[in-house]
């Protein structure tokens, strides 16, 4: 081996060394910045609901409260710019010039955190994937030999965030794949890899629990019709979220006067809470109502009219929570409107047709195919919602009807809300 090729050699062997170190450390920042995230957000909700619960006066007070705190933070401690939520991470990986900044950490962290606990309709989830791809486009600005790998380091800290929320390191990397990078290269398979394993592993030290309790125990071929049913249902009502959110979102852009935004967004936020309060925060406590007693649960009129009901508003709400200031995006109102959707079908079966579904199957599998066609992320959605669950057993009619939710809602309408912009339609 000659001199040249030797040096070029070693300082290969260098990189990949300072990539596997720099690979760990985002892994565990942003594991450890999605723990975190998730759990104090999980114990102000729950201490916050309970108090709108006994006093109905909180459903006011809450969402202009939150809202209001969110604004004068923006103002005076977040250089007075808006959040653009995971569309700012496209742009920093489209161009070799714009980075994301670190204020955007602790920005995405607290709106989060403030707009859930508060009652807004939406989840953590995208502040979370925003805060940790910072994480990784802080550290590729660090040192020269990370430049060219910027896309890849701000892949591994969304895919450890994703892991980290969601229990599953296979959904994180096909997120960070699927929706952000769209390529595989070298670097994305070693930095990737290396982050969702420190997130793993870190999730397996804390004992982290599966979202969701669940007890699923087959599924029958008879139900592959109603399982299409459903995918074709699911990519209607994720095209429906969609264009809620880029509505108002459209709308609210034209009020000037951002406290105006504020009062329009907490009355409609408080008006709807307070009818269904299952809307109130990321609605992971109305599942969890409803997923354990799905099977003993009878179709009324009353119950039927709820289920429609919160299907109707939850686009809305979630679109006039971000619109009006709150931090958030669709993963939780997709696996919360995935989760009714199923429930509402697989009820409406067994009422009326006497099929003898089982609910439960239904509502994991809505989940995963609402999230599949709002984001357009098939894979993405299969391994994350198994991974809530800690639960394989519906992977193949997950994997079938995710495919139908995508492609249905892509022939509606082909855009998500991290894909549209207003130059594509005039």
Same mark, same amino acid.
């Given at each position: 081996?000659?001199?040249?090729?030797?040096?070029?050699?070693?300082?290969?062997?260098?990189?990949?060394?300072?990539?596997?170190?720099?690979?760990?450390? =985002?892994?565990?920042?942003?594991?450890?910045?999605?723990?975190?995230?998730?759990?104090?957000?999980?114990?102000?909700?729950?201490?916050? $609901?309970?108090?709108? %619960?006994?006093?109905?006066?909180?459903?006011?007070?809450?969402?202009? $409260? !939150?809202?209001?705190?969110?604004?004068?933070?923006?103002?005076?401690?977040?250089?007075?710019?808006?959040?653009? !939520?995971?569309?700012?991470?496209?742009?920093?990986?489209?161009?070799?010039?714009?980075?994301?900044?670190?204020?955007?950490?602790?920005?995405?962290?607290?709106?989060?955190?403030?707009?859930?606990?508060?009652?807004? /309709?939406?989840?953590?989830?995208?502040?979370?994937?925003?805060?940790?791809?910072?994480?990784?486009? @802080?550290?590729?600005?660090?040192?020269?030999?990370?430049?060219?790998?910027?896309?890849?380091?701000?892949?591994? !800290?969304?895919?450890?965030?994703?892991?980290?929320?969601?229990?599953?390191?296979?959904?994180? =990397?096909?997120?960070?794949?699927? @929706?952000?990078?769209?390529?595989? *290269?070298?670097?994305?398979?070693?930095?990737?890899?290396?982050?969702?394993?420190?997130?793993?592993?870190?999730?397996?030290?804390?004992?982290?629990?599966?979202? $969701?309790?669940?007890?699923?125990? *087959?599924?029958?071929?008879?139900?592959?019709?109603?399982?299409?049913?459903?995918?074709?249902?699911?990519?209607?009502? %994720?095209?429906?979220?969609?264009?809620?959110?880029?509505?108002?979102?459209?709308?609210?852009?034209?009020?000037?006067?951002?406290?105006?935004?504020?009062?329009?967004?907490?009355?409609?936020? /408080?008006? %709807?809470?307070?009818?269904?309060?299952?809307?109130?925060?990321?609605?992971?406590?109305?599942?969890?109502?409803?997923?354990?007693? /799905?099977?003993?649960?009878?179709?009324?009129?009353?119950?039927?009219?709820?289920?429609?009901?919160?299907?109707?508003?939850?686009? =809305?709400? *979630?679109?006039?929570?971000?619109?009006?200031?709150?931090?958030?995006?669709?993963?939780?109102?997709?696996?919360?409107?995935?989760?009714?959707?199923?429930?509402?079908?697989?009820?409406?079966?067994?009422?009326?047709?006497?099929?003898?579904?089982?609910?439960?199957?239904?509502?994991?599998?809505?989940?995963?195919?609402?999230?599949?066609?709002?984001?357009?992320?098939?894979?993405?959605?299969? $391994?994350?919602?198994?991974?809530?669950?800690?639960?394989?057993?519906?992977?193949?009619?997950?994997?079938?009807?995710?495919? =139908? /939710?995508?492609?249905?809602?892509?022939?509606?309408?082909?855009?998500?809300?991290?894909?549209?912009?207003?130059?594509?339609?005039?």
């Amino acid at each position: 081996m000659n001199k040249t090729a030797k040096i070029k050699k070693n300082h290969q062997f260098i990189v990949f060394q300072k990539l596997v170190i720099v690979s760990v450390l =985002i892994g565990f920042l942003s594991a450890f910045l999605g723990i975190s995230l998730k759990k104090i957000t999980e114990y102000y909700e729950e201490i916050f $609901f309970h108090e709108v %619960s006994v006093n109905p006066i909180f459903y006011i007070i809450f969402p202009v $409260f !939150g809202l209001s705190v969110i604004y004068f933070l923006r103002q005076y401690l977040f250089n007075k710019k808006e959040n653009k !939520g995971i569309k700012e991470v496209f742009e920093s990986t489209k161009s070799t010039s714009k980075n994301l900044p670190s204020y955007k950490i602790p920005s995405h962290f607290i709106n989060g955190l403030l707009t859930v606990a508060f009652g807004g /309709s939406t989840g953590i989830e995208v502040s979370t994937v925003v805060a940790t791809a910072t994480i990784g486009s @802080v550290a590729q600005q660090k040192e020269n030999v990370f430049r060219k790998y910027k896309t890849e380091l701000i892949c591994a !800290g969304v895919a450890a965030g994703v892991t980290a929320l969601f229990s599953s390191p296979i959904a994180g =990397i096909l997120f960070a794949l699927e @929706v952000i990078s769209r390529k595989v *290269t070298r670097a994305f398979v070693i930095s990737n890899i290396i982050a969702v394993s420190v997130a793993f592993g870190l999730l397996t030290i804390l004992k982290e629990e599966p979202l $969701f309790a669940v007890s699923i125990t *087959t599924w029958h071929l008879k139900a592959i019709p109603y399982f299409i049913l459903l995918g074709i249902l699911a990519g209607i009502n %994720s095209v429906y979220l969609t264009r809620c959110v880029l509505f108002f979102k459209s709308q609210f852009g034209r009020i000037d006067t951002h406290y105006y935004k504020i009062l329009i967004g907490s009355v409609v936020l /408080s008006v %709807s809470l307070f009818i269904f309060p299952q809307l109130y925060g990321e609605g992971y406590h109305a599942i969890k109502g409803i997923v354990g007693n /799905s099977a003993e649960i009878t179709l009324t009129l009353t119950l039927a009219f709820t289920f429609v009901g919160v299907l109707l508003l939850k686009p =809305i709400v *979630t679109s006039i929570t971000l619109a009006s200031g709150g931090d958030g995006g669709v993963f939780a109102p997709s696996l919360f409107i995935g989760a009714f959707l199923g429930l509402l079908l697989a009820s409406i079966l067994n009422t009326f047709f006497q099929v003898h579904v089982l609910p439960v199957n239904f509502m994991i599998i809505g989940m995963a195919a609402v999230l599949s066609a709002s984001i357009h992320a098939p894979f993405t959605a299969i $391994f994350l919602v198994c991974g809530l669950t800690n639960d394989y057993t519906l992977f193949l009619p997950i994997m079938v009807v995710c495919l =139908i /939710s995508k492609y249905t809602a892509k022939m509606i309408y082909p855009y998500t809300v991290y894909s549209y912009t207003p130059s594509l339609i005039k």
